[in-house]
């Protein structure tokens, strides 16, 4: 049975203005219903497929800030989110997340300010600012995951080390574990490879669901690691 907060997602196209470019990303043509029925579910893809519009869309539709942060975040420094959300119907299960976080590297830095706007003496601030871009974004990761909570993440692996990225995988794991569930855009084969965790790929023209190994993230990296010279010599001479 369906255990998670948000079970899938229903599209109603109609309601996306007839000129807007969400009618020709690729991967949404003819989607009208997605299931979420896993702890943690990725989004993979090319460049520019359509993963982030998705996960944004999800967001704002669920109520969370569009530049991220908890639902508790309410700030814009630039408004640039798509319509998407207006055609979404969340189908929600009947638990209800303890706590909940959209965490977006491209917009870290400003949550990051505004974390500190929001510090009080009680609430002291974790200082993201004081520390590396990985260093920082890691912290705010494990300050914010926790059991029964719902995340959504866009490429949380882009400040980290391989090593750094091992331990978030264990952190995401572990809350999935104690009830937490995961959106997860990702280009890392090392997230990916998080165990019983569902993958959609947003290339060939559809969402559909994926295997590891059927990745490009994965392939490209066997590829490399096992093919080196090879690859190099060819691409290279091209
Ligand atoms: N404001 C906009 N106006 C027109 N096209 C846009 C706008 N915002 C995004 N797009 C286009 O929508 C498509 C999907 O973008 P999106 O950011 O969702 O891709 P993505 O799969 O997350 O890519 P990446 O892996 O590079 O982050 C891209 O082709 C992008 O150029």
């Given at each position: 049975m369906n255990q998670q907060f948000i079970q899938s997602v229903l599209f109603d196209w109609e309601k996306v203005g007839r000129g807007s470019y969400l009618r020709e990303?690729?991967?949404?043509?003819?989607?009208?219903r997605l299931e979420l029925d896993h702890p943690i579910t990725f989004f993979v893809g090319e460049n520019g497929s359509g993963k982030s519009t998705l996960l944004e869309a999800i967001a704002v539709a669920h109520g969370f800030n569009p530049e991220g942060g908890s639902k508790n975040y309410r700030f814009s420094t630039r408004d640039s989110h798509s319509e998407l959300w207006k055609a979404l119907r969340l189908v929600k299960g009947h638990r209800r997340e303890k706590w909940g976080y959209f965490l977006r590297a491209e917009s870290f830095y400003n949550v990051a300010t505004q974390e500190e706007s929001y510090a009080d003496a009680l609430h002291p601030s974790a200082g993201y600012h004081e520390k590396s871009h990985g260093e920082s974004f890691l912290a705010l990761a494990q300050n914010n995951l926790r059991a029964n909570g719902l995340y959504l993440l866009d490429e949380?692996?882009?400040?980290?080390s391989p090593q750094r990225q091992l331990s978030l995988l264990v952190q995401i794991d572990r809350c999935a574990k104690d009830g937490a569930q995961f959106l997860i855009v990702t280009h890392s084969p090392i997230l990916l490879g998080i165990p019983g965790a569902a993958i959609y790929c947003f290339d060939q023209g559809k969402v559909h669901p994926c295997a590891y190994e059927e990745t490009e993230s994965y392939r490209v990296t066997e590829l490399f690691i096992n093919n080196r010279q090879a690859l190099l010599n060819r691409l290279l001479k091209e």
């Amino acid at each position: 049975m369906n255990q998670q907060f948000i079970q899938s997602v229903l599209f109603d196209w109609e309601k996306v203005g007839r000129g807007s470019y969400l009618r020709e990303i690729e991967a949404f043509q003819g989607l009208e219903r997605l299931e979420l029925d896993h702890p943690i579910t990725f989004f993979v893809g090319e460049n520019g497929s359509g993963k982030s519009t998705l996960l944004e869309a999800i967001a704002v539709a669920h109520g969370f800030n569009p530049e991220g942060g908890s639902k508790n975040y309410r700030f814009s420094t630039r408004d640039s989110h798509s319509e998407l959300w207006k055609a979404l119907r969340l189908v929600k299960g009947h638990r209800r997340e303890k706590w909940g976080y959209f965490l977006r590297a491209e917009s870290f830095y400003n949550v990051a300010t505004q974390e500190e706007s929001y510090a009080d003496a009680l609430h002291p601030s974790a200082g993201y600012h004081e520390k590396s871009h990985g260093e920082s974004f890691l912290a705010l990761a494990q300050n914010n995951l926790r059991a029964n909570g719902l995340y959504l993440l866009d490429e949380p692996e882009a400040a980290l080390s391989p090593q750094r990225q091992l331990s978030l995988l264990v952190q995401i794991d572990r809350c999935a574990k104690d009830g937490a569930q995961f959106l997860i855009v990702t280009h890392s084969p090392i997230l990916l490879g998080i165990p019983g965790a569902a993958i959609y790929c947003f290339d060939q023209g559809k969402v559909h669901p994926c295997a590891y190994e059927e990745t490009e993230s994965y392939r490209v990296t066997e590829l490399f690691i096992n093919n080196r010279q090879a690859l190099l010599n060819r691409l290279l001479k091209e």
